[in-house]
């Protein structure tokens, strides 16, 4: 259903996306003069939360990594040194945060009903939101619109479309639990200067989250990434065989997926793995005796490393498994390294409150 974009509709919207007006050059005195334009309730309910929010945060070094061309499509984003599993590689605070499902109906005087307001009030919002943001966010934003994303219904209506095709292609989903807010809203898009360039594969090297106490979007490497290599996140679950991969990676404009995972020739070989761990019963391996579970988990083990699916959650149970069943087999100098790579993994997962496309 199309709502008739009054001015008071409009402005009820508009109070209800959240601007991060603050530079990314801004030193961490700045962050203290974070300027939210729009929505009180969100921030409220996370003020009551935590406390001194936003809290400062601390940057990451400059140039670790560099925006750039990509084979995939248009540009990505690239390492410029080596990292390990656990390193932060991207921190920043997004400039936009925008409810993307909100439950507000013009005629009912801005008190719920409908579930969703169209695309067209939407992108008119988004167009109009564009004026609060600092130059540099401003133009942030607009860069994020490349010739990769065009086509010609938003051609033609570029006005109205660009901000909200921004918001949906470059933007991360993050829902209402992560915000804990009661209410209105179900859905967030974030968009942000770099992480908005991290383009998918269906073997990630880093998995992204946003924190809300700090207000910033990070990407955490699972896999180690050499000098020059893409940072790549996941935008679907990966478990599944490549046709299934594709159909999930639609609607995020990825038609087809040209990451090294799909581009494979032996798709065969790498279904099987991943139906394998997708199926994996964990109760199942704990009735068998221990040198056969220690067969099954290694099986897979290996298969979550060959197909590159590190940031999984179940890979530090089954690091964990296999050690618990070497100390049970009397090798406990086995189990130790495992043990501490499954921590680190476990780590990895706590402090992430995962991001979607
Ligand atoms: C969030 S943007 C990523 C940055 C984008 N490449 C750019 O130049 O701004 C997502 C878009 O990048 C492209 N993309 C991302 N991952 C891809 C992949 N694995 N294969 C093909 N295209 C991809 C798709 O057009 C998708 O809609």
């Not at 990451?60 to 540009?75: A, D, I, M, R």
Request: glycine share 4%; net charge neutral.
């Amino acid at each position: 259903m199309e709502f008739a974009a009054t001015n008071a509709w409009k402005e009820a919207v508009l109070n209800r996306v959240i601007f991060t007006n603050i530079s990314d050059a801004a030193d961490s005195s700045a962050h203290d003069t974070v300027l939210y334009v729009g929505e009180q309730v969100v921030l409220d309910t996370l003020r009551r939360k935590y406390r001194n929010l936003p809290r400062k945060y601390v940057p990451l070094p400059n140039g670790l990594v560099v925006v750039q061309s990509t084979p995939l499509l248009s540009l990505g984003v690239f390492a410029k040194r080596a990292f390990k599993p656990g390193d932060v590689i991207v921190r920043e605070r997004p400039f936009l945060i925008a409810a993307t499902d909100i439950n507000l109906d013009p005629s009912a005087d801005g008190k719920k009903v409908n579930p969703f307001i169209s695309n067209t009030v939407l992108g008119e919002i988004l167009k109009s939101a564009e004026k609060h943001f600092l130059p540099p966010n401003r133009d942030g934003f607009g860069a994020l619109l490349t010739e990769y994303s065009l086509n010609p219904v938003i051609d033609s209506r570029k006005d109205i479309f660009r901000s909200l095709y921004v918001l949906c292609c470059n933007g991360f989903r993050i829902d209402e639990e992560d915000f804990e807010t009661s209410g209105v809203y179900k859905e967030y898009r974030i968009v942000s200067r770099v992480a908005s360039r991290i383009n998918h594969s269906c073997s990630p090297n880093v998995l992204c989250h946003f924190d809300e106490a700090t207000f910033t979007f990070n990407a955490v490497v699972t896999r180690k990434i050499r000098i020059g290599e893409e940072i790549l996140m996941m935008y679907c679950p990966l478990e599944f065989p490549r046709v299934e991969r594709h159909l999930w990676l639609l609607p995020y404009n990825i038609d087809p997926c040209r990451c090294e995972a799909c581009e494979r020739t032996d798709q065969e070989g790498s279904t099987q793995k991943r139906k394998m761990i997708r199926d994996f019963d964990m109760h199942k391996v704990i009735e068998l005796s221990p040198q056969k579970a220690l067969k099954e988990l290694n099986r897979l083990r290996n298969a979550i490393e060959e197909e590159k699916l590190h940031f999984l959650p179940a890979y530090p149970n089954v690091l964990q498994s296999i050690g618990s069943l070497w100390t049970k087999l009397g090798k406990s100098n086995l189990s130790e390294d495992l043990q501490k790579q499954a921590d680190l993994y476990y780590g990895i997962h706590t402090s992430s409150q995962v991001a979607q496309r």
